[in-house]
């Protein structure tokens, strides 16, 4: 099911549908995010994309066992408030991207939280103290974890996982990714 605040882009209708269940904190992850997306780029108007989270803490997965990636659940949670404010797109990209998932030196949840909300302040206009209540709340921790029974539903194993028409692309890299895409668009021409 799509909420509001999903991260969706591109046509429902298209021929290529992809779903990427993924973990801010996890490396592969960080890497995947940048790559997927120039390849996507290659195929603008032939696909549809839907993110999703997929936190590898038990503070929001009930399938993870112990506390891993401490600062994940408070990212997926900080990304899906910055939706309520029009910017969920921006806020994954600054996520991904943001050295303080690489090397967090210790901060707590609450601290991480206070510095990605205020970096979306400064970024991206947004209101970081509604950003940080949003957070605090936890109100979409039930999306989240919607998110997590699906991914555990496909049979989810590890992150990134990614999902071309319904199917999991095992050793996701661009050059597996454009064969999959092109092999779909040739057979759609048929």
Avoid at 52 to 79: E, G
Avoid at 116 to 133: P, V
Wanted: aromatic share 10%.
């Amino acid at each position: 099911m799509l909420f509001r605040s999903d991260y969706r882009e591109g046509d429902p209708k298209a021929p290529i549908s992809i779903v990427e269940f993924a973990d801010f904190e996890c490396g592969g992850c960080r890497r995947m995010y940048p790559v997927l997306h120039d390849v996507l780029r290659e195929f603008q108007g032939s696909y549809y994309f839907v993110f999703k989270n997929y936190p590898l803490d038990n503070d929001c997965n009930s399938f993870i066992p112990q506390r891993f990636h401490l600062y994940s659940c408070t990212a997926a949670l900080f990304t899906r408030c910055a939706g309520e404010q029009g910017k969920l797109k921006e806020a994954i990209d600054l996520v991904f991207t943001s050295p303080l998932l690489e090397n967090p030196d210790g901060l707590t949840s609450p601290e991480m939280r206070d510095a990605l909300s205020d970096a979306a302040g400064r970024q991206f206009g947004l209101d970081s103290e509604a950003l940080k209540e949003c957070v605090r709340s936890r109100r979409y921790v039930s999306k989240l974890e919607d998110d997590v029974k699906e991914g555990h539903r496909l049979g989810l194993t590890s992150t990134p996982s990614i999902w071309v028409n319904g199917r999991l692309v095992k050793g996701a890299s661009p050059d597996v990714l454009r064969a999959i895409f092109k092999s779909i668009l040739a057979q759609q021409k048929r």
